[in-house]
């Protein structure tokens, strides 16, 4: 079950084939899987490849479509987000821990592990809210089966492309201008957004786009480490049921914000290299790149060979990128 849009198969036919593949998908894991954590872990990764493929597909849709099917997804993602909160708390705990050593603060990360996360079978994933996600997807999949597309041109669909890739160099703007962590979380979910793009489009150039796949996978997990030590803030900031001392939560908050400057410090510059073209002129290489994947296929089909896309190799037999670049007017 490829998350991938082929160059050869319709764009209107494919859209649905994949959406619902990845309900299917979500649905199994949470049913089949051994371990509760992980299997939620799966499910909302899958869900989030639906909103994606659906942020491509927005011009398309119309907003009131697009609106209640991205809320619809977004709303089974949050009902097994807190499941997880305890869980990540921990792991970010651990991250530090390995990140800093065991030793720093004199036992500060253990005593923070005790006061947060406690016992973690509080933050057990329960019989309840799996099927009651379940259930929310069955209706996701059975409405998603009555949706048909007119046909679709490349064109189109790279229109919800531009959207969200501007959206990625307006908002890692705002990052660098601001360095508040609302900005970072929005730059996060672009990136996200950004990487399950490449996987769909991938097809158009993979040995030039597995490399914006990887690096935006790079960037999401900084950035993701960042959200889940803001989190950890948050919960330090929330109340007084947390029992550490006044003294602790000063030296952990310090802790939290001395290990976002890291990351932050890591994550902008790929950033920043990532999303270096203009909108219209990346949006502008891809659809020229797709055509051209496109005819290599019909080229090799006819000659009975097969070749994924196209690629030019220098001497050295390393690929060598050529994406059409034109100015934004």
């Known amino acids: 079950m490829a998350y991938?849009?082929?160059?050869?198969?319709?764009?209107?036919?494919?859209?649905?084939?994949?959406?619902?593949?990845?309900?299917?998908?979500?649905?199994?894991?949470?049913?089949?899987?051994?371990?509760?954590?992980?299997?939620?872990?799966?499910?909302?990764?899958?869900?989030?490849?639906?909103?994606?493929?659906?942020?491509?597909?927005r011009p398309m849709l119309g907003e009131k479509l697009y609106k209640r099917e991205n809320r619809r997804y977004r709303d089974i993602a949050r009902g097994l987000a807190?499941?997880?909160?305890?869980?990540?708390?921990?792991?970010?705990?651990?991250?530090?821990?390995?990140?800093?050593?065991?030793?720093?603060?004199?036992?500060?990360?253990?005593?923070?592990?005790?006061?947060?996360?406690?016992?973690?079978?509080?933050?057990?994933?329960?019989?309840?809210?799996?099927?009651?996600?379940?259930?929310?997807?069955?209706?996701a999949n059975a409405n998603w089966s009555s949706i048909r597309f007119r046909r679709i041109s490349i064109r189109e669909l790279l229109q919800g492309l531009e959207a969200s890739y501007r959206s990625a160099r307006q908002n890692l703007k705002l990052a660098r201008e601001t360095d508040v962590d609302h900005a970072f979380h929005e730059l996060r979910k672009d990136v996200q957004q950004h990487w399950r793009h490449m996987q769909l489009l991938s097809r158009a150039w993979p040995e030039l786009i597995d490399v914006r796949i990887a690096s935006a996978r790079d960037i999401s997990l900084l950035l993701g480490d960042d959200h889940d030590l803001y989190v950890l803030l948050q919960h330090l900031e929330a109340g007084a049921e947390v029992a550490l001392s006044d003294e602790d939560r000063r030296?952990?908050?310090?802790?939290?914000?001395?290990?976002?400057?890291?990351?932050?410090?890591?994550?902008?510059?790929?950033?920043?290299?990532?999303?270096?073209?203009?909108?219209?002129?990346?949006?502008?290489?891809?659809?020229?790149?797709?055509?051209?994947a496109a005819d290599l296929v019909r080229v090799s089909a006819s000659r009975g060979r097969r070749q994924e896309g196209p690629v030019l190799l220098a001497r050295s037999g390393s690929v060598v990128p050529f994406v059409p670049r034109r100015s934004d007017e």
């Open 251 to 292: 030296a952990l908050r310090r802790l939290c914000r001395r290990r976002q400057q890291e990351l932050r410090r890591s994550a902008v510059p790929l950033a920043q290299r990532l999303f270096a073209d203009r909108p219209s002129a990346f949006v502008h290489g891809i659809e020229a790149s797709w055509k051209a």
């Open 82 to 139: 807190g499941a997880r909160d305890r869980f990540v708390l921990g792991e970010t705990l651990e991250k530090l821990e390995r990140h800093y050593g065991t030793s720093y603060g004199d036992g500060l990360i253990g005593r923070a592990r005790k006061a947060l996360v406690g016992d973690a079978r509080d933050g057990a994933v329960s019989p309840e809210m799996i099927k009651r996600a379940v259930g929310a997807l069955g209706l």
């Open 4 to 57: 991938r849009i082929k160059p050869t198969e319709s764009i209107a036919k494919s859209l649905p084939r994949i959406t619902l593949e990845q309900i299917s998908l979500a649905s199994r894991v949470l049913t089949q899987g051994p371990d509760a954590n992980v299997a939620v872990h799966e499910a909302r990764k899958s869900l989030k490849r639906v909103r994606a493929l659906l942020s491509l597909t």
